[in-house]
Every structure is written in structure tokens, then in C-alpha cells.
């Protein structure tokens, strides 16, 4: 496989959905009917998702003396906040994130070994796998919302939102179960494609500082004394190819930050409406399908915030690494100016990279991901010894 097909196997899938929401910017040789046509399906998704959060939140009118059914609607409610967020960032940074594919692409991002291809090859499998395995969780937990109602003996809708008209009425029913189905599945499949391609940037910067790593502990010694121009021109290159992970890194920060601070806003709200929801059931009362459904939901919100929290984690790790593997070259024959080189990359990697939300104090980090469960779960707590 050429290093093209690789790189392009960390996003292609998940550029092309884009491409169908009308969020990605077109080539500039593309006609006018094509940017209508694009147009188009980007107010088709954007008047799906305004319809069904103006019926969340007439429905949390409706029941605001009511905390369980608020909290049932902060369900999916908290879900559609976050793929807005997701859909407008996209479509108002278009144009600045279309340059993250040009700067994968790019023969600067080249491998220059086996070892890095096999590297490359690696992380490009455990993409892969995750977003599959991340897509099929999604769309388990989509397709048990759609399901249970209907073997409920159609006692409720999908999803809990305001009812148009009586669902006692068997065409009533089946209209509004069929626009909850079309309201569920686009947005469904627009967290698998955002949180699948933030992983899989997040993994090619990890893998692009493994390899900057490997290159700087080769960093071999001084022979003879035309060794240290070489030397001094390999210093260059890695120095520049790390300023070009660095704007790279600024790029998919940019696509991160903005959806990626309210995805973790609104995990909290999902995470305590989920655990209250179950605290209320039994399985003595019937509720059994219930709890499964809501403990996947659970869990694959979970698994939403872990991977992008986990893979950021990842990059800060491996950014850290860098001044250790350039004092562990063979640096001390070499000669006073690449010593010098030396020391300035040193100090221009003490400070880790760090994917920031938008307080510039939270970065997207592992620790970020324990103290979102950990604020949930004592929000919980809270509600559940209020409510009691």
C-alpha cells in the first residue's frame, strides 16, 4: 500500500460524509450547481436539527416542575446541542480546515524509512479499527432507540420531544416515528464522523512525533569532520519538520477545540440524565430493556469524549518525548555550533503540545476525561439526595 492510500485511509470516509452534509469545502473547479446542490443538503440537515432542538426545549416546558421527564429529555436533547455545534463550526471554518488534507498529503509528512512506514502502517490499522468498532456502538445504540418503542407495544416515540399530534392514531404514530428516524440517524452518523476523524488527526500528529523521535535518537557521531555538516543539516530538517507538526497540531486544534468544549459540556448533562434514568428503573417493574438501552447510550457517550480526550493525551506524551531523544543522540563529539542547535531545540521542546478547549487552562487530556466523569457523578449525587 503507497503511502498516499495510507494517509488518505485516516479520513476518507469520513471527508466524504462531510461532503454530503454541505460543511466541506468544495475544489475550486467546482460548478455552480454543484455549491446550490451543497447548499442544499446543508439547509436540509440544519432545519432537521433546529426542528427537532425547538421540540426539545418545548417539550422542557411543557414538564419544568417535573425533574425525570427534564432529565429525559436532556437525554438526546444534550446530544443535538453538541452536533449543531458540530455542523456550524464546520461550516463557518471550511475553508481553514480544507488545508488539513493538503498538509497530510504532503511530501513534507513523507516517510523516510521502513521503520516510520511501519509506524504509519500501525497507527493506520488502529484508526481504522476504532472507527468501526466506534461506528458500530453508535449505530447499536441508535438502532435500540428506534427499536425498543416498537416492542414497548408502541407506548412512547423514540425520542422525547413534543408530540405534533395524538400517537394513539396509527398514522399519527408512524409519521412521527418515520421523522424521529430521519432526525436521529443523520445527526447519529455526524458524531461517528467527527469524533472517528478528530481521533484519527489526533493519531497522524502522534505518529508524525513518533517519527521525529526515531529520527533525532539516530542522530549518529562525528567521524570524520565533514560529519558535522551533515549532522548540522539533519538538526535543519528535524527543527523544520517539527514547526510543520506544530501548524499542523494549531489545524486540528481549530477543528477540535470549538465542538469538542461543548461535547464535553454536554457529556455532563447526558452522563447525569442517563445515571438518574436508571437509579429510577427496576427490572421488577419491566423495565429491563429500558436499562440496556440506556446503559449503552452510556456507554458509547463515554467512549466519545475518552477517544478524543485519550488520543490528545497521546500527542502530549509523545511531544514530551522529543527532548529526551535529542539529548540521547550522540551529541557530545559533535562540534560547538550543533551543540548549540541542540540546546535551542531543547528548549523549544520543554514545553509538551497540548490540545486546549476553549478555557485556555482544560486541555483535552486523560486527566480531562476523569474529572468529567468524576463532576457527573457527583452532580448525580447531588440531584438524586435532593430528589429523594
Not at 500500500?1 to 473547479?29: A, E, N
Not at 426539545?56 to 421527564?69: A, D, G, K, P, T
Not at 486541555?363 to 438524586?384: D, P, Q
Amino acid at each position: 500500500m503507497s503511502q498516499h492510500q495510507t494517509v488518505t485511509d485516516f479520513y476518507k470516509y469520513q471527508v466524504w460524509y462531510f461532503q454530503i452534509l454541505g460543511v466541506w469545502q468544495l475544489p475550486t473547479w467546482a460548478a455552480d450547481h454543484q455549491r446550490r446542490f451543497q447548499s442544499m443538503r446543508f439547509g436540509f440537515i440544519l432545519v432537521i436539527l433546529f426542528i427537532m432542538l425547538l421540540l426539545f426545549s418545548l417539550e422542557l416546558l411543557n414538564n419544568i416542575s417535573q425533574v425525570r421527564e427534564i432529565l429525559k429529555v436532556f437525554f438526546l436533547f444534550a446530544t443535538e446541542i453538541s452536533c449543531m455545534a458540530k455542523l456550524l463550526h464546520l461550516k463557518l471554518k471550511r475553508r481553514k480546515l480544507a488545508g488539513l488534507v493538503d498538509m497530510m498529503l504532503s511530501p513534507e509528512f513523507g516517510v523516510k524509512s521502513e521503520q516510520e512506514r511501519q509506524m504509519l502502517e500501525a497507527d493506520r490499522v488502529a484508526v481504522v479499527r476504532m472507527r468501526n468498532f466506534y461506528g458500530i456502538m453508535s449505530l447499536g445504540a441508535a438502532a435500540l432507540i428506534l427499536i425498543v418503542p416498537c416492542i414497548d407495544n408502541f407506548g412512547e416515540l423514540p425520542l422525547t420531544m413534543m408530540k405534533v399530534c395524538n400517537i394513539e392514531g396509527w398514522i399519527c404514530y408512524w409519521l412521527q416515528y418515520l421523522f424521529h428516524s430521519i432526525c436521529l440517524l443523520p445527526t447519529c452518523v455526524l458524531n461517528i464522523t467527527y469524533d472517528s476523524v478528530a481521533y484519527s488527526l489526533l493519531c497522524f500528529i502522534k505518529v508524525q512525533l513518533q517519527m521525529l523521535v526515531l529520527r533525532l535518537q539516530k542522530l549518529g557521531p562525528v567521524i570524520e569532520p565533514e560529519d558535522n555538516e551533515k549532522i548540522a543539516m539533519e538538526l535543519r530538517e528535524c527543527a523544520a519538520y517539527y514547526n510543520r507538526i506544530v501548524r499542523l497540531k494549531d489545524l486540528v486544534e481549530l477543528f477540535i477545540r470549538g465542538p469538542g468544549s461543548v461535547q464535553l459540556m454536554c457529556s455532563v448533562l447526558v452522563l447525569v440524565s442517563n445515571l438518574y434514568d436508571m437509579s429510577t428503573m427496576s427490572i421488577a417493574n419491566g423495565d429491563a430493556i429500558f436499562m440496556v438501552k440506556i446503559s449503552i447510550y452510556q456507554l458509547v457517550m463515554l467512549w466519545q469524549i475518552f477517544i478524543i480526550c485519550y488520543a490528545s493525551n497521546e500527542v502530549t506524551v509523545q511531544s514530551s518525548r522529543l527532548c529526551h531523544s535529542i539529548y540521547s543522540s550522540q551529541w557530545t563529539g559533535w562540534n560547538r555550533p550543533n551543540r548549540r542547535i541542540v540546546l535551542l531545540m531543547m528548549q523549544r521542546f520543554n514545553s509538551p503540545m497540548l490540545l486546549r478547549t476553549f478555557n485556555p487552562t482544560f486541555a483535552f487530556s486523560l486527566e480531562a476525561f476523569g474529572s468529567i466523569v468524576n463532576c457527573s457523578y457527583s452532580y448525580f449525587a447531588l440531584l438524586k439526595r435532593v430528589n429523594s
